[in-house]
């Protein structure tokens, strides 16, 4: 767990992507390439963005490893006679990807696929320390405070390890069961956090806070309020957070190659990322960005 503070201004926008898999040929290079066009240009009438990622930014997979396939790795030969795909070079595409918006990065996280490789080294902290980037680890907190040093809000942002399903039958239902499922994987993990987003599964959820009716008085009359979303650094009511499952960028199928997707049996999962928009201090929404 890492400890983040970071200096913002009172409206900018906060990108949450990750699990870019840098090395893999399913990864869809267009999407990689409209997030960071999109980080660095003007959104919803701003031009301070901001980004988080969460982690899996290469694939990290060997030919020892079961999920090996060599079609899928064939970009990353380090030349025509070895045929043996480099974790070096997957670092190098991602530093390369990430350059741009170095200054935008609020931190990276490290993924389950780049710690699989713990024993060659920090793979995630190479990546940071390269592009100067604030290191992320497995989860951390991040502090969001204007210039003066005033709080505007918190938020816990992990790569995550548990997978997020539905077996229902009912595209609603079984949407609806797997923002149930985020938000009970996320909410005891930080209490004073109004923003907890995760990556790992490649799903792309969004859950609003709920607003619930109570009534209070004036002294004269009984009024009728609804609870809002808490900026503070007290305990926030988990109903009242937003939570995020950032999506990813890998492809289940692709013509005349098989991905340890698709020999896993998965279905299609949206690819994307989500766009936090903080306007006068707090979150007033978040929009999923489909690719």
Not at 11 to 23: E, M, Q, Y
Not at 53 to 60: N, W, Y
Not at 145 to 152: C, E, I, M, W
């Amino acid at each position: 767990m890492e400890l983040i503070s970071k200096t913002v201004p009172v409206n900018f926008n906060l990108f949450l992507f990750g699990d870019t898999h840098l090395g893999n040929s399913h990864v869809s290079h267009s999407g990689l390439h409209r997030v960071i066009d999109m980080v660095n240009c003007e959104y919803v009438g701003c031009t301070a963005n901001y980004a988080v990622h969460f982690g899996d930014a290469i694939e990290s997979i060997l030919v020892n490893d079961p999920r090996y396939r060599p079609d899928n790795c064939k970009d990353l030969y380090e030349d025509d006679r070895r045929k043996f795909p480099t974790v070096f070079k997957q670092m190098d595409d991602a530093e390369g990807l990430l350059k741009p918006i170095r200054g935008n990065l609020v931190t990276i996280l490290k993924g389950n696929h780049e710690d699989k490789l713990w024993a060659v080294g920090n793979i995630t902290r190479r990546i940071t320390d390269t592009l100067k980037v604030p290191y992320g680890s497995f989860a951390c907190k991040v502090a969001f405070h204007d210039k003066r040093g005033n709080l505007l809000f918190k938020g816990f942002f992990e790569h995550g390890r548990k997978s997020i399903s539905s077996t229902a039958d009912d595209p609603r239902r079984r949407e609806e069961n797997m923002r149930l499922i985020l938000k009970r994987q996320l909410k005891e993990k930080a209490g004073d956090c109004v923003l907890m987003a995760k990556g790992h599964t490649h799903r792309l959820l969004v859950v609003d806070p709920t607003p619930r009716l109570y009534l209070r008085d004036d002294g004269h009359e009984i009024k009728d309020s609804y609870t809002q979303a808490a900026h503070t650094d007290r305990y926030i009511p988990s109903d009242d957070r937003w939570y995020v499952n950032t999506g990813g960028f890998m492809r289940l199928y692709k013509a005349g190659e098989e991905s340890y997707a698709e020999l896993a049996d998965y279905d299609p999962m949206e690819l994307g990322f989500a766009i936090v928009r903080v306007r006068d201090r707090v979150i007033q929404g978040i929009d999923k960005v489909t690719i």
